[in-house]
């Protein structure tokens, strides 16, 4: 057992990068690897099954992917009766050092498989199948044939299924995200100083004009019901959010973060006599922003630590 556990922990990074791009949502994504591992202990106790498994990974992959297949099938009804907007939960780590922004290969190699939260915005629109199907195919190269084993379909439909996919996340309606850390910090500093202009042209032309933002309540806390699409409306609804906390005379305070592999924002301020937390991230396509996210839901903030009283707004890098 201990030899098992050795190999599935040498492996649980990965499943939890295929879980997280299937699921999007962390606690989630854990509990469908937690659920790989326990498949895994007890099918493969027997030396004479492990002997059977050529693979590892694959067989990992494999098995989590029909557990994720599973939770998507479910969690599309959930979905319909979420009120308002969704997001997903947001995975935040820490900005890396200055000489971060030019990271080496292997890390680059990590961070390919944290396409921010645009991309996973929209595999909500697809069908649990083709979402199945372009994760596996497109970011993790699993080949059809596996894929069509997860799904029980043959590989000429699983690829199928991974060409809708396709189209759908490459459509004119929906974000692109296709800078590097360095763009996005280029874009987001530019993006800070239009806001505290108050100018709105200054902001507008920070903006990509198809540019939407997405802010997601979860019915515990106010929160535009649809998305808000082009320049002049990102940037009158923006300058209105941050010009209420002025208004009230609330601290504001925020830090640079990760999201889910993009530049993003932690953001702490009052509402109504309430602490309010936020997590914004970004998509930055062409040097402008194309989305922006605001994930304000105290349900998928809770696992976060608070912001120390050093600090203050704007964010500093």
Known sequence: MTDLAGEFEAERGHLLAVAHRMLGSRSEAED???????????????PAHRAQIRELRGWLTTTCSRICLDVLRSARVRREAYPGQWLPEPVVTDVPAVDGFAPDPA???????QLGTALLVVLERLTPEQRV??????????????????LGTTAIAARQ??????????????????ADLAEQQR???????????????????????????????GGH????????VGAVAVARFLFGLFGQAARHGSRLAARPVLV?????WQLETVHRGQQLRMVTSFAVHD????????QINPEKLAHLAGLGVETGWPPRW
């Open 107 to 113: 890390e680059r190699a990590v961070r390919a498989e």
């Open 32 to 46: 469908a690897v937690q659920e790989t591992w326990l498949r895994y202990a007890k099918a493969l106790a027997d």
């Open 221 to 228: 806390v106010p929160a535009a019901r649809r998305p808000v």
């Open 260 to 264: 889910d592999g993009a530049l993003g």
């Open 287 to 294: 040097g402008r922003l194309t989305g922006v996210f605001n």
């Open 161 to 178: 299924l991974a060409s809708r996919a396709r189209r759908a996340v490459t459509g004119p309606d929906t974000p692109r995200h296709t």
């Open 187 to 217: 874009v987001l500093t530019a993006f800070v100083a239009a806001v505290e202009s108050g100018e709105l042209d200054r902001l507008v032309h920070v903006l990509a004009p198809d540019v939407v933002l997405i802010g997601d309540g």
């Open 133 to 150: 199907a372009f994760v596996l195919h497109d970011v993790f190269a699993v080949p059809f044939v596996t894929i069509a084993d997860v």
